[in-house]
Each structure stands twice: as C-alpha cells, then as structure tokens.
C-alpha cells in the first residue's frame, strides 16, 4: 500500500489538507484511507519505546539513560543501540521514535537532563547522529527534539530563554546542525519554551530559516505534545504536525484563517505535503499490528555491553577495584541495591521486560560468595511502590463516582505497578475520557510486623482505604508536589500497625484529572490522571545506618549502592539542589568509616553532591542503567568489563560553582543565559574552578601511552571545504584488555573574541588488547576552527595556528599538534 505525494495532493479537499495537519489522539496522524494514507505512529522515546501506553502498557527493553549513553563516547555501540529501538518500534507498531533528546543540561539541576547526552554540543551532537543512523536503517523514522533551548523543566511552557546568538549557535543549536549534517533524521520536535521572546514552535526564523533555508534538513516539524500555541504563527513558522489531537489550534481555526486570508493555501499545501512525505516513507515500513514485546537474548546482550560500557570509574586509589571474584562475604548497602533504577521519571520511564538488581548481579557473579544486604538509608521521595505485596490486584473504571448507588461497571485492568498514568488510557471506549472514576482492590499482605507508613500521591483525586477504614484522604484538600509531571498532588501519609504475612483488604478510590481540586492552568494538562501509591515499614533512621555499618565491618568487600531516581530527576520540574537524598550522605560516611575499602557507586542521571568523596578509595558513577542495571555495575566490580565510561558532564563540587547557577529558574518569565557560550567544562577552565573530577574523566583497569606526545595534523594546513586528520599512536601499556577514549581539543590562538580555552572537536574509542599499539586518525573539520560572528550573523573560521590537543580528559592532555587556518574565511550552512 502507498501512494505518490503530489498525485495525492492535487486530489485531497481543502478539509483533508487541514485535518493532516494534527492528530487523531495521542499518538497517530489522520489517515486517509482512500488515498492509501495510513494513519503514522509516534512513540516515547529516549531510551526505551513504550509504545501507545503509558497504563497497561506492553513491555519494553529499557537502555541506560542519555548522560550513560553519551558516557558511552562509543559511536558504532550507540549505532546499534538506536537499531535495537527501530527494532522495539517495529515491534510496538510505532513508525516514529520519539527521540534522541539533545538538548543541553547547562545545570545539573535540569529535571530531563539525564535524558540529555551531555553539556558538550559536539558530543551530543555526534553521538544523536549514530544513534540516529542506527534507528532509521531499520525504516523507523527519528523525532529528534526538543528544539531548541529546554535545558530547563521549570516554566518550560511559557519560560523565554535569553540566549546571545553566539551562545545559541555554539552550543544549543549545534548539536541540531551536526545531526542535519551527519544523520538527517525524518522528524524533529520543537521544544515548549520561548528562545528571544518567541516560541520556537511561533519562530519562521528558526524553523523555516534555519532549519529548512540554512541547513538544507526538512525534516517534518512536530510540536512537543500540546506545545503548539497559535494557529497562524505556527503554521507560517512551519510547524507541521499539531501533536496529539484532538487538535486544539488547528481544524476549524485554520479553516477561518483561510477564509480570512491571514494564511495562503499554498502554505497549508506546503505543511499537508510535507506530512504526506513522512506518512508516504513511514508508511512503507511493515509495523506489527498488534503492539508486542521483543526480548531476546542478543538484545539483552547489546544492552548489558551499553550499560557496562556506560559505567564511569572516577576514583580507584591503590587499584581497589576489580574485587576479587573469590571473596567470601560481601556486604551490600544501600536502597539501589535490590531495587535498580533503570530510568528517570517522565515521558522517558516505561515499563521493563524485566530488570537486574546489583543484588541478582552480584550472587551470578559470585554463587559461593555469602551476601548480606543493609538499606542503610531510604533514598525514595515518595513511598516504593508495592505492587509486589498486593496479591488479585484489579483496577475497576466507572463513569460516576462511588457516591452513586449502582454505578455501571465499565471495564477492568490488572495492575502491574501502584504508580500510573492514565493519560492515553483509551482501552474501554465507554470511558468518558474527560472524567471518570476508578477503585483499586488488592489483598495487601506486608512483610514484616510493625507501622507502616503508606503515600498517596495523585493527579485527580484519590483515597486510601485498609480494611475498609480511612487511612489517606487525598480528595477534600490538596497540595501541589513535584509528582506527574509538576501536576500531582504532594504525598499524603497514613500509617497503620500491621503484622506481617497477614492479609489486609486495600481499596483506593480515584477521580480523574478533572477531579483535581488543584489550578492546572500553566501546566501541561495531558488529561487522564494519575496516582502514585507506596508504603514502607517505618524504620529509625540511627538503627537502618548502624546495622549498615555493622555488616559492612563484618564483610570482606562493602558495596554501597544509592543515590537518585526517576523521583528526583522527571520531567516537570528541576531538583532544588544537587544533594543526594536526606540521609544518605551520612549513612556513605559513617559506613565509610567503619569500612574505608567500601566502593561507592553512585546512581543519577547528572552530578550529586558528594561530600564524602575524599573518604572513598573508589567511586563508580552508573547512572540510570537500563534493563541491566545490576549487570553493568558488577562486570566492572569484578573485572569482567575493565571501565572505559567518560564524564559528558563536568562534575562540580558545589552546585554554587555552576556557571548557570544563577540563571536557573523562570524568575519574571525568562532566563537569562548568562555564562553563554561557556557551559560547563568551557567555565570550569576558563574560571581556573576546580571541579570533582573533570569533562571527559574516566578511569580504566588497563593502562594507555601515547607513543608520542607530538600530535602529527594532515594536512597540517586546513583548507575551506576540506577537513584535516590528527594522527596519534596509542598503546595499552598493562596485562588486560580495554578501551580507551582519545578526546580531540582544539584551542584557538588569541583573538578579540573571548574563546574557550578548549573545545573538544573529535574522539575516538579505542579498543586494545593487552600490550597492543594502534595508530589511531581523528577527523578535524571547519566547525573547529569557528565561532559565530555576531556583526556578520555567519561562522567565522580565522586564520591563525591552532593548537590541537589530545588526552585522555579535558584535564589530562597527553599530545599535542597545531593545525593552520591560512586565511579567515566566513560561512552558512552545514
Ligand atoms: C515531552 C516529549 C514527549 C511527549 C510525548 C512531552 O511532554 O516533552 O519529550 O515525547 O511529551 O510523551
């Protein structure tokens, strides 16, 4: 089935044109079956496809998140894992991949930065692009997003963002211009915020100028969802798809416009065509017709070698690590131990094919070993969920709430977790959408005696009965929290005396999101509800740190596993500071104390605090690992992997010494990007700020050498249009295999425009045997040597000797070359 674009275009009504230009629901585009045009499917997106459910969803695979990939700097790795997401979606029935995102975490206090690869726009952008490269060859079509400048959750519908077109250029736009360059992906998201007083998705400049003029990419132009704001401006600017219908600024709006002539119908011919052109390619790719799951043995591989790939080594006194897989009692701590966090929270979590805990790793890895396992410190915000001790769990939806003797039962869902969205619920089509009401019943049967708090946090309204009696009224007053994408009620708390192993009736009522009594005016509305259910045995706090500590003095080998989750990095809102959660800092350092061997491995999508790290002889940084969370984090404990992760982010001390720290928020509806074009790494250096550990650090088992610290550049002249190569020998100086990253700076000579002191602008992954030598060939092209001239609006390439520098971080600079620019030359394009 298909069809010739301008053969359908010349017979489509004016009304058909319209109705292509917005969605049917959540995730489809209009069909027109009588042209042969299908309806096209987007899915979320990044790092996992979750198809068209956020509820009741089918499961998925789930790869590390984007600061693990980016960690990766691994490009054909990357390459495959985006294949394995074209995979899952033909899977999913999805013909669109809602992802990668890149935009540009300025602070690591951004909600989504984890989902981001790094603060680096070159990184980013040439690792999107395999990514990117992988996920279209097998025909699935990538929505690269958000475009551009939602580097910040706070506002982020309404927040303009002041940018210095050379900050724009240089750093947010970049990774953008590398993907038109490199990847050329089918699609491209706009963001929800303003960039210069405009809405991107409002901004001909950016859309039809930049993208379409400049760069030559015509990718078609979809607005995040519910983040198109006009009828007029956003279809001139060139915004082509209204996401998710039922659309709220198109259909009979544009038809008024026409009639008005405030719109040309050769500019909805323009949009119709170019959401033709996506469905007509999209729409030749075969897709499953029902939404299955794929999981399978070379895919979990794939994954593990990602997330293994992924793990940073940032400290390794006295060669600590790799643990000997002889040794006989290990002491596990903290609360990442037996529940891996395989994700942040938002439009980025789903639900997993299954995932590995540290705890499961490590008992594979050592079945003779004797394991003990301390929480030591919660590290939740709300309660866990407790889906795992609620037994003939169902979900019942009526259209009225309990209050109406008989109400009319209208369908039921199992439950797979206590914490759900029901925003593109659409499986009873009875439902009324708009509002409806739900009872969650269970047999809750809790694993040990004593109080147990429960938390009910909900977008709606929602109340929590135990046998029968009132424990959380979450209905009659309500008080914002972070939840649910910033539309979620704060968790409210009931505690109960309970005996373990025996069984307690459990009912929650709910109303859905029109049931809320909260404003939601400012928020993205996605309808439907919400409701985060969790308990927990109260435990004191002293007496959880001292039995941590005691096993710990009572092991061979501690490991401590903690830090943050999809609760405290989300979309929908940014983290207040870069602390790990109440408590847990303390539990590290007094187990630290009693145990100074003790390796910390930290789980978080961007840096934390880490008050403690003098004390530590080992840090592992492990991000949000995927499926394979557990897995990842042992095969380097134990050796089996030798660590080759990079920091693509700089890891301050302070959060206080982040250049956008005081530009961090919507204060007065903007913010201003203060440290413009030096983010991260480009402030650090600049500052002389000493950080943590630097851009680009990651430590190895393995040893490397330059064989020469003279970086040989050919041809050592760049010419306009051409590209020049550094050439560089490595050798792996130790007894084990591993990898190596080799980072390309370039440092411009002085000049009057201020310039980072260095700019990475090339890597290559290395793989080495033990003892192996290999010569190794960075590529070098004009991006490199340029900045944006603000007076001439062009990039400007100016002749002067460059150095160009290679090393192991940013900080750590084994080799050295010069590469000459002869004359200054300006330019447009890619
Ligand atoms: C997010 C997008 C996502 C979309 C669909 C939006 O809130 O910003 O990244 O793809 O929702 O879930």
């Known amino acids: 089935m298909n069809f010739d674009v301008e053969t359908v275009l010349s017979q489509l009504t004016q009304n058909e044109k319209i109705a292509l230009l917005s969605g049917i629901d959540f995730w489809h585009t209009f069909p027109i079956p009588k042209h042969n045009v299908p309806s096209i499917r987007f899915t979320d997106g990044p790092n ?204 009979k709006y544009i038809e008024s416009a026409l009639q008005a002539r405030l719109l040309k119908m050769s500019t909805i011919d323009e949009r119709a065509r170019r959401v033709l052109k996506f469905a007509q390619k999209a729409g030749e790719l075969k897709v499953s017709e029902v939404e299955r799951g794929r999981d399978f043995a070379e895919d979990r591989a794939l994954n593990r070698q990602v997330s293994s790939s992924s793990i940073v ?32 929270g938002g439009s980025a979590s789903l639900l997993p094919y299954y995932s590995v805990s540290l705890y499961d790793a490590v008992a594979e890895a050592l079945p003779n070993a004797s394991i003990t396992h301390e929480v030591g410190a919660y590290a939740h915000q709300m309660l866990p969920v407790i889906e795992a001790m609620i037994h003939n769990a169902i979900i019942k939806f009526y259209n009225d709430p309990i209050t109406l003797v008989d109400r009319q039962l209208l369908g039921t ?95 929650l009522e709910f109303g859905s999101a029109n049931t809320t009594k909260m404003e939601t005016t400012g928020m993205v509305n996605f309808g439907g509800g919400a409701v985060h259910l969790g308990a927990c045995l109260r435990g004191d706090p002293q007496e959880m740190i001292a ?33 790990l959660p109440p408590g847990v800092d303390d539990m590290i350092s007094q187990v630290l104390d009693a145990a100074p061997n003790a390796v910390v491995v930290n789980q978080s999508g961007t840096p934390v605090t880490m008050a403690w790290a003098h004390k530590a002889r080992a840090i592992i940084q492990a991000w949000y690992g995927g499926n394979e969370t557990g897995h990842g984090i042992s095969d380097v404990i134990f050796g089996a992997v030798s660590p080759s992760g990079k920091l693509p982010l700089s890891w301050p001390v302070d959060v206080k010494h982040n250049p ?44 490397f050498e330059l064989s020469d610290s003279e970086v040989k550049t050919v041809p050592e002249v760049l010419r306009p249009g051409h590209s020049s190569v550094a050439v560089v020998k490595i050798k792996n100086t130790s007894k084990i295999a591993g990898a190596q990253v080799l980072q390309l700076y370039i440092s411009a000579p002085d000049s009057p425009t201020h310039r ?60 050295r070359g010069k590469l000459i620019v002869p004359e200054t030359r300006f330019w447009l394009g890619l």
């Open 756 to 815: 980072p002191t260095k700019e990475l602008h090339g890597f290559e992954k290395v793989f080495l045997e033990a003892g192996e030598e290999k010569e190794v060939q960075i590529a070098i092209d004009q991006y490199a040597t340029s900045f944006w001239d603000e007076i001439e609006s062009m990039w400007k390439s100016e002749e002067g000797t460059y150095d160009v520098l290679v090393g192991t971080s940013s900080q750590e600079i084994l080799g």
């Open 313 to 344: 080594l940032l400290k390794n006194d006295d060669s600590l690590l790799p643990l000997p897989k002889t040794a006989g009692k290990i002491a596990l701590i903290g609360s990442h131990v037996r529940l891996p966090v395989i994700s942040g």
């Open 547 to 579: 039995r941590a500590v005691q096993a710990a003095s009572e092991a061979d080998y501690t490991i401590i596993c903690t830090g943050l989750s999809g609760e405290w990095e989300s979309e929908g809102f940014d983290r207040p500071h870069m602390d």
């Open 660 to 703: 956008a720290y005081l530009n961090y928020a919507s204060v007065g509806g903007r913010v201003l990007y203060g440290e413009d074009v030096f983010v991260g790494y480009k402030f650090y250096e600049k500052t002389g700020r000493e950080v943590l550990f630097p851009f680009g650090h990651g430590l190895s088992y393995a040893t």
């Open 48 to 251: 996992g496809i979750r198809g068209t459910k956020f509820f009741a969803g089918v499961p998925a695979a789930c790869l590390p998140c984007g600061t693990a990939l980016a960690a990766t700097w691994d490009k054909p790795l990357l390459k495959r894992a985006g294949k394995l997401l074209g995979d899952e979606c033909i899977a999913k029935g999805a013909h669109c991949w809602l992802g990668p995102t890149i935009n540009t975490p300025r602070s690591p206090l951004g909600g989504r930065g984890f989902e981001s690869f790094s603060e680096d726009p070159y990184l980013s952008g040439i690792l999107a692009a395999s990514m990117i490269l992988g996920c279209e060859s097998t025909g699935v079509t990538s929505c690269v997003k958000h475009f551009v400048g939602n580097d910040q959750e706070h506002e982020r519908r309404a927040v303009d963002c002041l940018i210095t077109p050379r900050a724009l250029r240089e750093v947010y736009l970049r990774p953008f211009q590398i993907v038109a360059r490199d990847a050329k992906p089918g699609a491209m998201m706009t963001s929800y915020n303003k960039v210069n007083g405009r809405h991107v998705a409002d901004s001909e400049e950016m859309l039809q100028q930049i993208i379409r003029s400049e760069w030559k990419w015509d990718p078609l132009i979809v607005s995040d969802w519910y983040g198109t704001y006009t009828t007029i401006d956003a279809i001139k600017a060139g915004l082509d798809l209204e996401m998710p219908g039922v659309s709220r600024y198109r259909g």
């Open 413 to 507: 869902e199992n439950v797979s977790s206590t914490s759900f969205q029901l925003m593109d619920y659409n499986a009873i089509p009875t439902l009324n959408r708009g509002m409806f009401w739900g009872t969650l019943l269970g047999d809750f049967i809790p694993t040990a005696t004593g109080t147990w708090d429960f938390g009910l946090s909900v977008f709606g309204t929602a109340d929590l009965y135990i046998d029968d009696e009132l424990l959380i009224d979450n209905t009659t007053h309500q008080t914002r929290g972070t939840a649910f994408f910033g539309k979620g009620t704060m968790e409210k708390i009931g505690s109960k005396e309970l005996v373990g192993g025996k069984t307690y009736k459990l009912r």
